[in-house]
Structure formats: structure tokens, C-alpha cells
């Protein structure tokens, strides 16, 4: 494990050239998982003593899609709104569904939780993807979202390979080692990466629902 350090694309991300970036992310309210709760503070306090930089209740998410050829200094008024209403277009055959989080997983860079099933997710990231290339084209972005997760914590220093182990087996003790989560929306962000607190924070640009029917997804 060693620290952690945000990506703008394939490249670092420079804070002093490119303060915020756009985003699509499901923005994961907590107040409204009370099971996912549980097992984050589970997993933070297994790791309470740990080199982690604990993501702080209010900004979990699920990265969908990142904006990272254009800083969103750069991004007008007009087109924030053409990049709206292009997520609202792509959201309208797309149903709210339930994913599994966990289990917990260390990582060279910190703690993450997995997801399943990928299938509603790739499909959510995939509309995503595509209400921004309507706006900006295919090369807007050279970021590779990779497996969808959920970010717990940042690492904040190297450690030794049996401290990693023993990192592992503590977070594999923690039960529950699984949550739901709903998914009914999508938000459209203007996230800032702090490399030296690491911490991911954003404003709120406009929060898409998903509209499709539930039933006929069923």
C-alpha cells in the first residue's frame, strides 16, 4: 500500500492548473442507507489505526464519468446546461435498481468496496458516458473508470506487505461485510481533489433521476 494520488485522466491531477473537473457520479446519501452505515463504520473501526484518510460521510460516490480534457473553469454556463439535459435525455429509459456493496477490499492506494451485479451499473455508466460525448465528442476524456466501486478511504503511507495482510484479514472480520444500496439518480458535479488531505469534494450542478419503469426492468 502506498499513498494515494488522484488521477485527472492517465495523467496526476495538478490542482494548480486544474482546480475542479465535471463529473457524473451517483451521490451516495448515507442518512438514506442505514445498512451501508453500519458497515462503513465497521470497516473504519477496524482501521482506525491505519495510515487511511477515511472518506467523510457526506461524499461517498460512484464514479461514473469524468470530464478531464477541459477544467470546468473552462465550461460555460450553456454548456453545464447542454450536459444536464443530455444526462436527463440518457436517464429517461434507465430504472432505479438495488446494488450489493461490499465486501471490503484493501487496495495498493486504500479501501474499497465492490459492487454487484456490474450489469445495471455498466448500463448507468454507459449512458452517462454517452450524454457527455453528445456534448463534447469521444475524446473528452482519457479516464478509464475501470470495475465500478466505492471508494472508503485513501491510503496515506507506504506499508509492509504483512502490515497490507494484516489490514486484509481485520477488514474480512467485519460484519455485516455487505449492504444494499438504491440507486435512483445521478448527479452532475464540479468535484475538487485535495492530493495533500486527500479528500474528493464537490458542488452540485443538477441531480438527474432515473425515470424508466422499475416494473417493466423486473
Known sequence: MKPFTFQQGKDHWKAESTPSLLHAYVAVELGRQPELSELIRGVREATRDDPLIHVGDEWFHI???RLS?????????????????ALT???????????TVGSPLPYPSGLIFDLGPDEPLD????AATRAFEAVYGADATTYESGVLHLTESYATAEVSMDHFHQIHRRVRRVRPSHAPLRVDSIALVDVVANNTEK???????????LLGD????A
Open 63 to 65: 464514479t461514473l464519468y
Open 214 to 217: 422499475s416494473r417493466a426492468a
Open 89 to 99: 435525455e440518457q436517464m429517461k429509459t434507465l430504472a432505479p435498481f438495488t446494488i
Open 69 to 85: 480534457q477541459k477544467p470546468s473553469s473552462e465550461i460555460p454556463e450553456s454548456e453545464r446546461q447542454a450536459i444536464a439535459a
Open 123 to 126: 448500463d448507468l455508466r454507459g
Open 199 to 209: 479528500t474528493i469534494t464537490w458542488d452540485t450542478l443538477a441531480t438527474i433521476p
